[in-house]
């Protein structure tokens, strides 16, 4: 599994973008890149992942550079029940393999 | 969007006792599910995977002896933390690896406080 590095802790005041960055630089050309977050004493919540192309859901959009090294995940119009732990994963996809945590972003939205 | 249940919530035991937690796919078949334990302020890590059928692959370090995995069908799979001690303290979350458009989904977690 490719090795994702994270700012530890970032914050954004409300109705604006967070945009938190993730670099993969190991990444190999079949592994996703998957955005969890965990608001906290609950269990971890998908929000998008993406191979190569940009992809934006209902909750957030995610950047990869062309060279997949890095993405960025955007919010954007953070509230305040966006405050979370934020987790990239590099990682295959498939039913029978299990996702490794890093230490993630805590991103903290300011009313 | 598939759901994972898990339950109880949270528990409070004493300690030499033994605690059962659920985890259960409420809309999907799992063949594959994964136990977590999360300690105050870090991050997840896997203790095992649990396969429907046949024996749970432990993580290096987790005592297999004591926590017992059992995933008798494709819904549910429960962990059982045997006499369990202060240490055992913990937030201890569960994933089911039927994936739904290649994303995996996790329960709610358990909060379990050992006295």
């Known amino acids: 599994d490719a090795k994702t590095t994270q700012p530890p802790s970032m914050d954004c005041a409300e109705g604006r973008a967070a945009n938190l960055p993730c670099n993969h630089s190991?990444?190999?050309?079949?592994?996703?890149v998957y955005w969890y977050r965990q608001i906290h004493s609950q269990g971890p919540q998908y929000i998008i992942h993406?191979?190569?192309n940009n992809e934006t859901n209902e909750m957030a959009s995610l950047i990869i550079t062309e060279d997949r090294k890095s993405s960025t995940l955007i919010l954007p119009h953070a509230t305040l029940r966006d405050t979370a732990v934020y987790y990239c994963?590099?990682?295959?996809?498939?039913?029978?393999?299990?996702?490794?945590f890093g230490s993630g972003t805590q991103l903290t939205v300011l009313p | 969007g598939a759901v994972v249940s898990q339950h109880p919530s949270w528990v409070i035991c004493k300690s030499g006792t033994s605690v059962k937690i659920e985890c259960r796919s409420l809309d999907f078949q799992a063949t594959t599910m994964f136990w977590y334990r999360q300690f105050p302020k870090q991050s997840l890590m896997l203790m095992a995977t649990s396969n429907e059928g046949s024996k749970a692959t432990y993580e290096q370090g987790v005592e297999k002896d004591k926590f017992l995995i059992n995933h008798a069908s494709l819904t549910l799979s429960t962990l059982t933390v045997t006499s369990a001690h202060p240490e055992d303290s913990s937030f201890y979350i569960c994933s089911a690896g039927a994936w739904e458009n290649e994303k995996l989904f996790f329960g709610s977690g358990t909060q379990l406080s050992v006295l």
């Open positions: 994963i590099a990682d295959l996809s498939g039913s029978a393999r299990q996702l490794t």
């Open positions: 993406g191979l190569k």
């Open positions: 190991t990444i190999s050309g079949n592994e996703y």
